[in-house]
């Protein structure tokens, strides 16, 4: 169990991270997430060992990580950092990048691990290629098959598809999570894709101004966003003031709505009249005008710039957004 207590950093006078403390357990998957800028990688690199906290500690089990300060050369052996620069070696071949780390001794060993891995990144035909010929997005790949040929016990991932394309992303992100699922390595992926995070992670730890702003499972955090900032992490969400939505009278209080989430009516509910529409594939999402609000919503189809409607919002979600 990796456990961070009361972390704290700054690169110099700007504090970036402040008194930030969770756990992950065995075989467990967090996704930090959070704007750019808000101390994502910086906190991995102190997790990792590149950079010393100015206060606070972190504990692998029982035994404390020290920091550059005190290791001479930065990393422990059971914990892995795939960085937004991969440290791959150039001018030798993917295969024997993913295999510089697996024991001689046992060929047969290193030979099926290796095509394992690389079947894993969907780069077996590259096997014999050098690294320095690829794109990219499949060093990417190769760093990341690299790292896990090492059998961490803890791996650090920042942005590990950043440079992957779409063709070949979600196959990769089910390849690699399953088998850190199997495997019952720890992980930890900073991240701004929701893509990343929701079918994935077990827990979300939102991070702003410098601190944890909310640590919560996935799934409940997903449906009870306690702020705009979380929501809009994993889509399109609204802010709506209660006091559009009729039947709930007066009040100050505003709730969160994903676009999703609204139902279209022609009779009653916010009257909205639209003013773009954007095709997104699967639907289309609009964006609309009640009085001084703008409201975005998905629909299946089309609509017409100045079409009036109304939007609903079921009772449910109105409920389970107020709850305190
Ligand atoms: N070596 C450095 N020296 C000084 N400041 C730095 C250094 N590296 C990062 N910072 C600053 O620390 C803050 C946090 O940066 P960090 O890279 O950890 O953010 P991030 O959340 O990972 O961002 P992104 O999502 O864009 O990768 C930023 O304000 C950044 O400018």
Redesign the pocket.
Known sequence: MLTINSLSFS??KTP?LKDINFKVAKGEHISIV??????????LKIIYGLLQPNKGQIFWGDTQVMGPDYNLVPGESYMKYLS?DFDLMPFTTVAENVSQFLSVFYPEELKARTQELLQMIDMLSFADVKVKNLSGGQQQRVALARVLAQKPELLLL??PFSHIDNFRKNQLRRNLFEYLEKEEISCIT?T?DHQDVLPYAQKIIV?KDREIMVEAKTEDLYHNPKNIYTAALFGEANLIPISILKSYGETERKIIVYAHEFRISNKSGIPVKVEKCYFMGSHYLVQAKSDEHIIRFHHHESMEVNKELFLNIALETINQRLKP
């Open positions: 690169y110099d970036i959070g704007e750019s800028g808000c101390g994502k990688s910086t906190l937004q920042d942005e900073a701004h991070l």
